[in-house]
């Protein structure tokens, strides 16, 4: 178990970066931590690693206090793997090779074997013996993953670790990834911006919003029932709406997503087009209803200025 109690950073005396951050991880859970660039997570991760000392909190693995730089000649920890991202490669020897880097020598058919399998989760065997500098930097970022994962450490911290990996192969090597993290049981903590990362495969998500933990809960949770706009719309398009102008008995507004929203033949809620914008599967519709803005869920689209019938 992986324990972030009560932590506080600053940089400067001016301004802190976290305030009582606290969580628990369990073995073989993946948390993600999710928040605006600039709210602090690659911070934490550095914070969980070792890599600064605290003035407020602890971190602990396993009962533990793990301790920072001030007590290690080398910052960081060996059970667990860290990935930056800058990825921290060697630029002149081949990707098999970095792959390789802190594998003993002794077992050379062992060694090979586990430059293979790592090779193949990243999807990269064809590239074995590429020098790293002739990579793209989605392979690069491949190859880092692999590296980090090469003396199978209990726990993997991950920055951003999609951020330069086109949508193609994205998502077959979150699901390789995650799968082969789930089977070794590695616990993992992935700081990102991106709510797919989060939604399909975490098991906790954190959101990070001014210091703070603004919500906590699994996938399902938080995208069912966002606290407010702001949490909702880290994972989809949002409509925010007075309950009164949407029949609903109640005082305040209603957070929606595009798909609790449909066009209807007729219905009492009259709403005016602004245009239409095709999703691959689906259309996205803007229109105003009473001076707001919704964002509706269609499989056509409408034309500008077209009145239409809405129902939630
Ligand atoms: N070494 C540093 N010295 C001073 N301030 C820093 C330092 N590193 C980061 N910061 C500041 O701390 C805040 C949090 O930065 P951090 O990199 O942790 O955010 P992040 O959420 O990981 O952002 P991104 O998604 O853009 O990487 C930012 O305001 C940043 O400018």
């Known amino acids: 178990m992986l324990e972030i109690k009560n932590v506080s950073y600053a940089y400067t005396a001016k301004k802190t970066v976290l305030k009582d951050i606290d969580f628990k991880v369990k073995k073989g859970e993946y ?4 928040g605006e660039s600039g709210c602090g997570k690659s911070t934490l991760l550095e914070i969980i690693y070792g890599l600064m000392d605290l003035e407020k909190g602890e971190i602990q693995y396993n009962g533990k206090k793990l301790l920072g730089p001030k007590y290690h000649l080398v910052p960081g920890h060996p ?40 090779l193949e989760v990243v999807d990269m065997v064809d590239f074995a013996n590429i020098k790293v500098k002739n990579l793209s930097g989605g392979q690069k970022q491949r190859i880092a993953i692999a590296r980090v994962l090469a003396k199978e450490p209990e726990v993997l911290l991950l920055d951003e670790p999609f951020s330069h990996i ?12 995650f799968n082969y993290l789930k089977e070794q049981k590695i616990t993992c903590v992935v700081a990102t ?3 797919t990362d989060a939604l399909s495969f975490a098991d906790t998500l954190y959101l990070i919003r001014d210091t ?10 938080i995208y069912l029932n966002p606290k407010n706009k702001y949490v909702a719309s880290f994972f989809n398009e949002v409509s925010e709406v007075a309950n009164h102008d949407i029949g609903v008995d109640k005082k305040g507004v209603s957070i929606l997503y595009p798909e609790q929203i449909s066009i209807v033949e007729k219905s009492s809620i009259k709403a005016v087009v602004n245009g239409s914008y095709f999703k691959g599967t689906h259309y996205l519709v803007e229109a105003t209803l009473n001076n707001t803005t919704l964002i509706i869920k269609s499989n056509r689209p409408y034309a500008k200025n077209e009145e239409i019938f809405i129902k939630i």
């Open 31 to 34: 948390i993600a931590l999710l």
């Open 79 to 118: 059970f667990m793997k860290y990935l930056a991202q800058d990825f921290s490669l060697m630029p002149y020897t081949t990707a098999a090779e970095n792959v390789g880097e802190f594998l003993s020598n002794i077992y050379k058919d062992k060694k090979n074997a586990r430059i293979q399998e790592l």
């Open 193 to 195: 911006h991106d709510s």
């Open 166 to 177: 086109d949508n193609f192969r994205k998502n077959n090597l979150r699901r390789s990834l």
């Open 212 to 221: 703070k933990i603004i919500a906590n809960g699994t996938p399902e949770e």
